[in-house]
């Protein structure tokens, strides 16, 4: 189905309050003649969504949108919610968070629960939200990071960039990372928008971020960090590059940096260009411009004042992470050079059997998230990391659905996942109406609350979190800054009186 996003894809405004009032007005990628009709008398159906980031929140927006008495729980294994919008938005990109604004909406519906700090999987299994629920939708994201899977990728001064972003944006389980920034020169492998995100808060003035939600602890590291060059290093071409034109001009006009862009990585692009898709054709030209145009005189100015640099390394797959001589951290990595085979998206790279070292004291490992198994008894493709389903029904389970990157995968941005989200929505509602959803009532979230009582579980409701907002938000009064995260559950549980 093709579907246009239109205004929804500045995402700010993209929900509304549910209150009754409201519910008309939430936008709908459904196609012309989707319009489900529901009876408003009988008790509505209990649907439980796993995860609340985007994925979890857009699928219950739809819920709730298109079915007059539909109940949703949203579970949550975090003691807060939003997902990635909180832990993987760049705290410099506040206006992306936006859309924090019309999860609240939702998740004060009086149709609709958080249950955070409950594990499913570990708390509460799925097959016993199956039997509580007349649907599940499995919208927990990738909480995984790939692996370079190449030796010394466990030194001291290797990390994730996954990893890496949770610390600095305060996700509780990263709040101990503690990287070592005393190198001057960081390897970044991968050049998505994650690398950029990473590169960018590594070369950023700290007196730039103070006034973000970056965590407290990261930025008295990144006070003392002495990082003066960061290398982005990719497999392929400039053509392959998966990061936005957004956040390559991001980069290009970071204040008291200059970039390093190899001429000869270019050549023979310009002859090209013209046959790309539109938004390629964009990245593209201002890659080639800042690689080879001389830049006016206040360009240059500015760059010939840049105390740091960045460069975007082609053709290069690590191979190695060197050792320093005592073995006990990061000192460089081996890189095998590459070449590609075949053409645009789909070419790929191929050793030539040349190396090239690359000294460097921190390297972050950007090649991609990934999506871990919730359940034994949940369908997963470890190759792909997805739960193999069609148009978002879990195949060969009735009854169990997923959205958002578990569903397709690690990519797109938000808009992406609100569109995906959505449809899973239209195939769970178009399924109940067709009569392939368990009938008579269900016990919901009474059922669910019983076994986590017993397993001595505290989940922590919505209301829960608004205390836990307003602290945050209070303690960061002070600095100037919108708020300063919680990073200890414990700390949180006890803020709540647990």
């Not at 359940?375 to 997963?380: E, G, I, K």
């Amino acid at each position: 189905m093709g579907v246009k996003l239109g205004k929804l894809q500045l995402l700010p405004e993209a929900g509304v309050g549910l209150g009754s009032a409201d519910l008309a007005s939430i936008p709908s990628l459904s196609p012309p003649g989707f319009r489900l009709q529901f009876s408003t008398q009988e008790q509505g159906p209990q649907i439980c969504v796993v995860g609340s980031g985007p994925a979890g929140f857009y699928t219950t927006q739809h819920l709730l949108k298109h079915h007059p008495r539909a109940h949703v729980d949203i579970y949550e294994k975090q003691l807060v919610p939003f997902g990635l919008v909180r832990f993987g938005v760049a705290p410099d990109h506040p206006e992306v968070k936006n859309v924090i604004n019309t999860f609240t909406q939702t998740a004060r519906s009086d149709r609709c629960a958080f249950r955070g700090n409950v594990v499913v999987g570990r708390d509460v299994a799925v097959s016993e939200l199956q039997a509580a629920y007349h649907a599940v939708v499995l919208s927990y994201g990738a909480e995984d990071h790939q692996a370079l899977e190449i030796p010394g990728e466990e030194l001291p001064g290797v990390f994730s960039a996954r990893a890496f972003v949770g610390w600095y944006n305060g996700l509780p389980e990263n709040r101990e990372l503690a990287p070592d920034l005393s190198c001057d020169t960081a390897v970044i492998l991968g050049q998505g928008n994650v690398a950029l995100d990473v590169a960018r808060i590594l070369l950023t003035s700290p007196g730039h971020l103070e006034k973000t939600d970056i965590t407290e602890a990261a930025l008295g590291v990144l006070r003392q960090s002495r990082v003066k060059t960061v290398w982005i290093v990719g497999r392929r071409g400039p053509l392959q590059v998966a990061f936005t034109i957004k956040e390559l001009r991001e980069m290009i006009q970071l204040p008291g940096t200059g970039p390093m862009l190899d001429p000869a990585d270019f050549l023979g692009l310009q002859d090209r260009i013209k046959e790309l898709p539109r938004q390629r054709k964009r990245l593209t030209e201002l890659l080639l411009r800042t690689a080879t145009e001389k830049p006016g005189a206040e360009e240059a100015a500015r760059q010939a004042s840049a105390t740091r640099t960045w460069g975007l390394r082609f053709f290069r797959s690590p191979q190695q992470v060197l050792p320093s001589p005592d073995g006990r951290r990061v000192a460089g990595i081996r890189l095998a050079v590459t070449r590609l085979e075949g053409v645009g998206e789909a070419a790929r790279a191929a050793p030539t059997g040349d190396t090239e070292d690359l000294p460097c004291g921190l390297v972050l490992s950007s090649v991609g998230y990934k999506s871990r198994p919730i359940d034994p008894n949940v369908p997963f493709d470890p190759k792909l990391g997805v739960i193999p389903n069609m148009e978002g029904r879990v195949l060969g389970v009735p009854g169990l659905y997923c959205s958002g990157w578990v569903k397709r995968g690690p990519t797109g941005v938000i808009a992406t996942t609100m569109t995906d989200s959505f449809l899973t929505g239209q195939m769970l509602l178009q399924d109940l109406k067709a009569g392939l959803l368990p009938s008579g009532p269900r016990p919901g979230y009474a059922a669910i609350e019983a076994l986590l009582s017993g397993r001595g579980v505290q989940p922590v409701s919505f209301s829960d979190w608004e205390k836990l907002d307003a602290e945050e938000v209070s303690r960061g009064k002070g600095a100037g800054k919108p708020r300063e995260k919680l990073l200890d559950p414990q700390e949180m549980l006890r803020l709540l009186g647990r």
